[in-house]
């Protein structure tokens, strides 16, 4: 397992602003993942972030919204642009620790961001 | 690609009794199958995992789960809750190779005094 941590944990932010959410793990890890939790709904990928390449961005995410830094294996940031208020979520990073098959992801404690 | 269903989005359930939370998936290849628990105002925690070998898998907080190949299920089962078990239990999948985890849309468990 790895412990997570994220900040920060919740902000309240104007549409049209920027926030950069900080994901740290207490291990080095290849693999970490970044999620949106939309309110009442399940957890969605945004993007794999493995250190020494650029992220991979699911389906319906791209890199200007939601530009990700890697810089070495045990942090990254997600930056959440021009935002508005349908940006209003949980946001979580994961890591997947084995390094090979079975994967399993551990997740941080979110940030919870609100646009007004 | 693989799909997650949890069939009840909310389950109350009086303290001490059991509860019985339901996931079914469809892939068509091998799998792995997680549980996260998560608590009010909290990130998500791992409550148990099938990866393989015995079906009945025992996790964290005396919840258990069991895969059934036959009927694509995961069923979570604890049986006595208790006020602290209410939290948001999502199910999860990943197919063998890959590292993408697909969740269920999740349910609520509410244990009641």
């Known amino acids: 397992s790895a412990v997570i941590s994220q900040k920060p944990s919740r902000d309240i932010c104007q549409r049209g602003t920027s926030l950069t959410i900080q994901c740290q793990v207490d291990?080095?890890?290849?693999?970490m993942f970044w999620y949106r939790q939309q309110p009442g709904q399940s957890l969605t990928l945004i993007a794999t972030?493995?250190?020494?390449?650029?992220?991979?961005?699911e389906s319906g995410f791209v890199i200007d919204k939601f530009p990700i830094s890697r810089p070495n294996l045990t942090f990254s940031t997600l930056t959440v642009s021009n935002m508005s208020p349908e940006d209003s979520s949980i946001y979580l990073c994961?890591?997947?620790?084995?390094?090979?098959?079975?994967?399993?992801?551990?997740f941080g404690p979110g940030t919870r961001l609100t646009v007004t | 690609a693989q799909s997650v269903t949890q069939l009840d989005s909310q389950v109350p359930v009086f303290e001490e009794a059991p509860v019985e939370l339901r996931c079914n998936y469809s892939?068509?290849?091998?799998?792995?199958l997680f549980w996260y628990v998560q608590y009010p105002n909290q990130g998500l925690q791992l409550l148990l995992k099938?990866?393989?070998?015995?079906?009945l898998v025992k996790g964290i907080n005396g919840f258990e789960a069991e895969f059934n190949k036959s009927q694509t299920s995961f069923h979570l089962r604890k049986p006595s809750v208790h006020i602290s078990d209410t939290a948001e239990y999502f199910c999860?999948?990943?197919?063998?190779?890959?590292?993408?985890?697909?969740f269920g849309k999740g349910t609520k468990l509410s244990v009641i005094p």
């Open positions: 291990s080095q890890v290849t693999m």
């Open positions: 999860a999948v990943s197919e063998a190779g890959s590292y993408q985890l697909t």
């Open positions: 972030a493995n250190q020494g390449s650029e992220a991979t961005y």
């Open positions: 892939s068509s290849v091998s799998v792995y």
């Open positions: 099938y990866l393989s070998g015995s079906t």
């Open positions: 994961s890591v997947e620790t084995s390094g090979k098959g079975p994967y399993e992801q551990y």
